[in-house]
């Protein structure tokens, strides 16, 4: 049968014009096809931004786009959203560069907001927790103003000892000669302590208050705010927050006060960066993935891959968790000069330079983002163009507020993370991810310590925010567990006395990370671990910390679920505890519940998790130290790292710097192998200043057991220094 533009030949010169025209259709049809396509592959990924209204869902678009001249991440008028009924969603933002894009929309497969109050619908029904969570997930702008949501102090802050910063355990040690166990008639109370830490008092020792539910306190927005979150992960049918429930679950008033107050700020992070935190999806987060795809795991940047994973974070007043204080304020400005403000809280390793551009947001937003040109502390003084110095890799990760991208300096040949983040100055969501990325900034740039990711510098760019990072080239703990399987009992051990290094530091400037789990603590290939990923820190300035309910659940503490006190330094004790059985299993404790039955198991119920077979008994002791459930019985970073746990495995790995010859590295590590100390690969690349600690610690073993470890540290550092 012959077409119709075929019948007659005096319509050739037709026939050619309408078959390019039906071909263009076709091509048209194949790409909204394959849109479609790749959103059903990705499931409620690609077709749902991760944290819909968090930049980050913008950045996949406006990077997707990007190549495509008139397709810019800016803000529409504000009838743009009208067609689906919300303003500020992840959907809204998602269908935005189609729409942009020509002046005939295309036909994308959006879900509807009826489809999606028919979700929905279900959980509300479950009880006011799935209410809560699923509106915390991403709707929030217009219909929860983050302003309101900021929950009443549940209780005052923690006071805290003043101790000096160091790095040196041992030195923190000798200060904080308090006892640390102040309620025996705990059950969860420290069953032996032999390691040095009794009759010590935590100077981070919380000062016990009274457990309280604040239901009266929660704003739990109306359903309106839920039909507006199609972006969440509860789209996704395939994952149905309901079976998380069981009747045991509703009558914790106080889980769901604190359920209902977070904030869900971002799924993406979660997933991609192996994060089961909630933070953005809120869904994705309760539900622990056995095989989820990082990006970690997919190097190859792709824009288009919204990332709804589960790895995002609860952050009850995540919205506006800047507070002028732990922004920095006065005390941010490295140049100690007068500033606009802006440098206040933008602490920047050195003098700021010219600027590109200035955010157009809130103060607290500007001050913590003033356009600094990004230095590393090798860079050259003064660059002529500063925007132009790191150029943009390939994409390491995502998360909450934007994706991490690989950055060069083709001058310099550094390399840093690049974690971009596209601003909207009409957006709420906008608003709320600077300001956390401020305080992220803030506290980073205060921070020095070789067991946490450097901060280099910030920018502005248009409408992007760039915080420049030390580049961890190893991924994250997380990646490794999926990627080889859990831990040896040696790695174990060396990676956690590292992350309590890096806590012990930070919590010696009063600062509570928040959300300490395998997925936030990167590995360089010398084995050296950094913390990482400050969007969640606080700064405790003993005033009242309403903003308490962040985390990511399966590492949360108990007093953060129930929100009692969440804004305290031991709940990043009970997190390490959490990721120590994360190393041992590849999976935290409770992850055989799903998320909300987790928590009420976290934070009602007085039982431990499961402890691997495979872990020491020191390793036991060590986790059950820190998952005890009063905070208060906690021990420190400062006292853990003398438990025997971490303790021998800082004097077995911590390496020497000499001039040793290499040849002996074979020897050594035969030697080291008969002794059982092998794993000599994770030796390497350490601090000069390790070896003090290391000698110090060396000579509470043998002899012989010390000599060998002093020559294998050396050793191997020189193998790995001449090999890097
Ligand atoms: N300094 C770094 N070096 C190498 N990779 C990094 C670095 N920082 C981040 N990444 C990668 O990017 C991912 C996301 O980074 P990060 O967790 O800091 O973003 P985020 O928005 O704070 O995430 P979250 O969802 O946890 O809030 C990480 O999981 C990691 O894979």
């Not at 457990?211 to 996704?236: E, K, Y």
């Not at 509570?512 to 290939?525: C, E, F, M, Q, T």
């Not at 198991?601 to 060590?622: R, T, Y």
């Given at each position: 049968m012959r077409s119709w533009w075929g019948k007659t030949s005096s319509k050739e010169d037709n026939k050619k014009t309408k078959k390019s025209i039906i071909d263009a259709i076709h091509r048209k049809l194949k790409i909204s096809s394959e849109e479609k396509l790749n959103s059903r592959s990705g499931g409620s990924r690609s077709r749902v931004p991760s944290r819909s209204p968090s930049p980050s869902a913008q950045v996949a678009r406006s990077q997707s786009f990007a190549e495509r001249s008139h397709a810019q991440p800016l803000p529409l008028p504000?009838?743009?959203?009208?067609?689906?009924?919300?303003?500020?969603?992840?959907?809204?933002?998602?269908?935005?560069?189609?729409?942009?894009?020509?002046?005939?929309?295309?036909?994308?497969?959006?879900?509807?907001?009826?489809?999606?109050?028919?979700?929905?619908?279900?959980?509300?029904?479950?009880?006011?927790?799935?209410?809560?969570?699923?509106?915390?997930?991403?709707?929030?702008?217009?219909?929860?103003?983050?302003?309101?949501?900021?929950?009443?102090?549940?209780?005052?802050?923690?006071?805290?000892?003043?101790?000096?910063?160091?790095?040196?355990?041992?030195?923190?040690?000798?200060?904080d000669q308090s006892p640390i166990v102040s309620k025996k008639n705990s059950k969860e109370a420290l069953n032996s302590v032999d390691f040095s830490l009794?009759?010590?008092?935590?100077?981070?020792?919380?000062?016990?208050?009274?457990?309280?539910?604040?239901?009266?306190?929660?704003?739990?927005?109306?359903?309106?705010?839920?039909?507006?979150?199609?972006?969440?992960?509860?789209?996704?049918?395939?994952?149905?927050?309901?079976?998380?429930?069981?009747?045991?679950?509703?009558?914790?008033?106080?889980?769901?006060?604190?359920?209902?107050s977070g904030h869900c700020s971002s799924p993406g992070s979660g997933h991609n960066s192996g994060h089961n935190s909630i933070g953005g999806d809120m869904l994705g987060q309760l539900f622990w993935q056995t095989n989820r795809c990082s990006p970690e795991c997919s190097p190859i940047p792709s824009p288009r891959m919204t990332s709804p994973g589960p790895s995002s974070r609860i952050h009850s007043g995540a919205v506006t968790p800047l507070h002028p204080r732990a922004a920095g304020t006065s005390v941010e400005s490295p140049t100690g000069r007068p500033d606009d403000g802006r440098q206040k809280s933008h602490r920047l390793p050195l003098p700021p330079i010219t600027i590109s551009n200035t955010c157009p947001f809130s103060p607290s937003y500007s001050t913590a983002t003033s356009p600094s040109l990004p230095r590393s502390p090798n860079r050259a003084e003064n660059p002529t163009?500063?925007?132009?110095?790191?150029?943009?890799?390939?994409?390491?990760?995502?998360?909450?507020?934007?994706?991490?991208?690989?950055?060069?300096?083709?001058?310099?040949?550094?390399?840093?993370?690049?974690?971009?983040?596209?601003?909207?100055?009409?957006?709420?969501?906008?608003?709320?991810?600077?300001?956390?990325?401020?305080?992220?900034?803030?506290?980073?740039?205060?921070?020095?310590?070789?067991?946490?990711?450097?901060?280099?510098?910030?920018?502005?760019?248009?409408?992007?925010?760039?915080?420049?990072?030390?580049?961890?080239?190893?991924?994250?703990?997380?990646?490794?567990?999926?990627?080889?399987?859990?831990f040896g009992e040696i790695a174990i051990r060396n990676y956690t006395q590292q992350i309590l290094s890096g806590l012990d530091y930070l919590h010696a400037?009063?600062?509570?990370?928040?959300?300490?789990?395998?997925?936030?603590?990167?590995?360089?290939?010398s084995g050296r671990v950094k913390l990482a990923d400050f969007g969640m820190a606080k700064h405790i300035t003993g005033q009242s910390c309403p903003l308490s309910f962040k985390g990511s659940p399966y590492w949360m503490a108990p007093e953060v679920i129930r929100n009692s006190n969440g804004c305290n330094l031991a709940v990043d004790i009970w997190s390490l505890g959490c990721t120590v059985l994360e190393m041992a299993t590849t999976k935290p404790p409770w992850s055989q519940y799903e998320?909300?039955?987790?928590?009420?198991?976290?934070?009602?119920?007085?039982?431990?998790?499961?402890?691997?077979?495979?872990?020491?008994?020191?390793?036991?002791?060590?986790?059950?130290?820190?998952?005890?459930?009063?905070?208060?019985?906690?021990?420190?970073?400062?006292?853990?790292?003398?438990?025997?746990?971490?303790?021998?495995?800082?004097?077995?790995?911590?390496?020497?710097?000499?001039?040793?010859?290499?040849?002996?590295?074979?020897?050594?590590?035969?030697?080291?192998?008969?002794?059982?100390?092998?794993?000599?690969?994770?030796?390497?690349?350490?601090?000069?200043?390790?070896?003090?600690?290391?000698?110090?610690?060396?000579?509470?073993?043998?002899?012989?057991?010390?000599?060998?470890?002093?020559?294998?540290?050396?050793?191997?550092?020189?193998?790995?220094?001449?090999?890097?």
């Open positions: 504000a009838v743009r959203y009208t067609g689906i009924g919300r303003s500020n969603s992840g959907l809204g933002a998602s269908i935005r560069p189609g729409l942009d894009r020509g002046s005939k929309p295309l036909d994308l497969p959006l879900p509807r907001p009826g489809c999606v109050s028919n979700r929905l619908d279900h959980a509300y029904t479950e009880g006011d927790f799935a209410t809560a969570s699923v509106s915390s997930v991403s709707s929030t702008d217009s219909d929860y103003p983050f302003d309101s949501r900021v929950l009443s102090p549940l209780t005052s802050d923690y006071e805290y000892g003043n101790r000096t910063a160091t790095n040196s355990p041992s030195s923190i040690k000798q200060k009794s009759n010590h008092i935590p100077p981070t020792s919380p000062r016990r208050a009274p457990s309280r539910t604040h239901v009266q306190n929660l704003q739990i927005p109306n359903r309106g705010a839920f039909c507006s979150a199609p972006d969440s992960s509860m789209s996704s049918p395939s994952r149905s927050p309901i079976s998380a429930f069981g009747p045991e679950q509703v009558i914790n008033c106080g889980l769901w006060a604190g359920l209902g163009s500063p925007g132009s110095r790191w150029k943009k890799g390939r994409l390491l990760g995502r998360g909450t507020f934007g994706h991490v991208y690989l950055g060069f300096n083709s001058e310099s040949g550094e390399m840093c993370a690049m974690k971009e983040v596209t601003l909207f100055a009409d957006d709420p969501r906008s608003k709320e991810s600077a300001q956390q990325l401020g305080q992220e900034i803030a506290l980073l740039s205060r921070l020095r310590h070789p067991n946490i990711v450097q901060y280099y510098g910030s920018e502005t760019v248009d409408d992007k925010l760039y915080i420049y990072l030390e580049y961890v080239s190893g991924g994250s703990i997380y990646k490794l567990l999926q990627e080889y399987g859990q400037k009063n600062t509570v990370h928040r959300d300490i789990k395998g997925a936030n603590i990167l590995v360089d290939p998320g909300v039955a987790a928590m009420f198991k976290i934070g009602n119920s007085k039982e431990l998790p499961a402890f691997p077979d495979n872990l020491s008994d020191d390793g036991k002791d060590f986790v059950r130290q820190c998952l005890q459930r009063n905070p208060s019985h906690r021990p420190t970073a400062a006292q853990l790292l003398e438990h025997p746990f971490v303790r021998n495995a800082a004097a077995l790995e911590k390496p020497i710097l000499t001039a040793e010859p290499t040849e002996a590295l074979p020897a050594v590590m035969n030697a080291g192998r008969s002794m059982g100390i092998g794993h000599a690969r994770n030796v390497g690349g350490f601090e000069p200043e390790g070896v003090a600690i290391h000698q110090s610690r060396g000579s509470k073993t043998g002899a012989g057991l010390r000599s060998l470890s002093l020559s294998l540290s050396l050793s191997l550092h020189t193998h790995n220094t001449r090999t890097q």
